[in-house]
Structures are given as C-alpha cells and as structure tokens.
C-alpha cells in the first residue's frame, strides 16, 4: 500500500486491488480521486463487490482517495503513457470535474471504471481487465451462472487464479 503522505500528480490513474478485479480512479490533487462508481462497488467489500458486473448504470463521484481506496492496497498506474500521449493534466482535471454526479450506462465489457479513467487521460477507453485472458474465462462463466450470485463468485476466484498462473509464466 502506498503510504498515507503519498500526494501524487493530478491525471494520475489510480488502480485499486480488490479482491476479485481492480478499481480505477483519477487523482485530481488534494488527495481526491474522481472515479464511475457502479452502486456495488464498495471499498473493502471484495466478493461482493463482484456483483458490478451486472451493473446497467454507475455515477461519476468525486471522493477521496483514503475512502475509495479504504484498507485496499493501490498504485500509480499510468500504463497507457508509452502508448498514447496523456492528455494535459488540466484538461484531465476539468473534464473530470465536469462528470461529477453524472450518471452514465455501465458495461464490464465495454465501460467500466478503468475505461473511464483512461478515456480521461489518454481519450482512449482501454481496459485491461477486460481483453485480457481472464475475461474470456470469466466471460463464459458469467454466462453460465447468470442469476446465481454464488456461482459468479466461483467463477471470478477460478478466473483470477487463471490469470494469476499466466501472468507468473
């Protein structure tokens, strides 16, 4: 975890590790983050919080960053920066600005919170999470279990120790 005098740079991104998947967020300064928050996605809930992915509609909130991160373990992100050229950090900040309290549709596959975030930095929504080999797995099993809250949770673990396993090779 990083520590608590940590103050970064506005247009940071910030990945928060959850249990089962990563949060993203975007630094603002002051310690704030401005991150879409589907109405499961809590601090700290882990298993839980996986029910985001049935999510239709999520807020832009504009919080700080000790709670949305709470006791999870987080990091400076910027992985996009050799690929794209960021955008500049107050254009990051006022567009992210702008989106507070909005309402947005909320898709895992196709805009979730670390698209959001990315779109603001680079203007590209990319997620990771999402095309990389533990979605295909986690993809099909949702599929599987759908309606059955348990089930998806087993397929989440079961998908996450997937990718654990080829990210190690």
């Known amino acids: 975890m990083t520590p608590q005098w940590w103050e970064g740079e506005p247009g940071d991104l910030i990945e928060v590790s959850r249990s089962l998947y990563q949060h993203w967020a975007v630094y603002i300064g ?27 509609r999520a807020v832009v909130k504009k919080e700080k960053l000790s709670e949305v991160v709470g006791t999870d373990d987080w990091k400076v992100n910027n992985d996009l920066d050799e690929k794209y050229e960021p955008h ?51 993809n099909s099993g949702l599929v ?9 949770v087993e397929v989440v673990v079961s998908a996450t120790m997937i990718q654990s396993d080829s990210l190690s090779q």
């Not at 196709?110 to 986690?138: D, I």
């Not at 599987?144 to 998806?152: K, N």
Request: include cysteine; aromatic fraction near 8%; hydrophobic fraction near 45%.
């Open 30 to 56: 002051d310690g704030l983050v401005v991150h879409l928050v589907p109405p499961s996605e809590v601090a700290g809930a882990g298993a839980s919080s996986v029910m985001s992915v049935a999510a239709q």
């Open 88 to 138: 500049q950090t107050d254009i990051i900040v006022k567009e992210a600005l702008q989106l507070v309290g909005t309402e947005q549709p909320y898709d895992i596959v196709t805009w979730n919170c670390e698209h959001f975030a990315k779109k603001l930095r680079y203007g590209k929504a990319e997620s990771w999470q999402v095309s990389g080999p533990m979605f295909s797995v986690f």
């Open 144 to 152: 599987a279990a759908a309606g059955h809250e348990e089930d998806m």
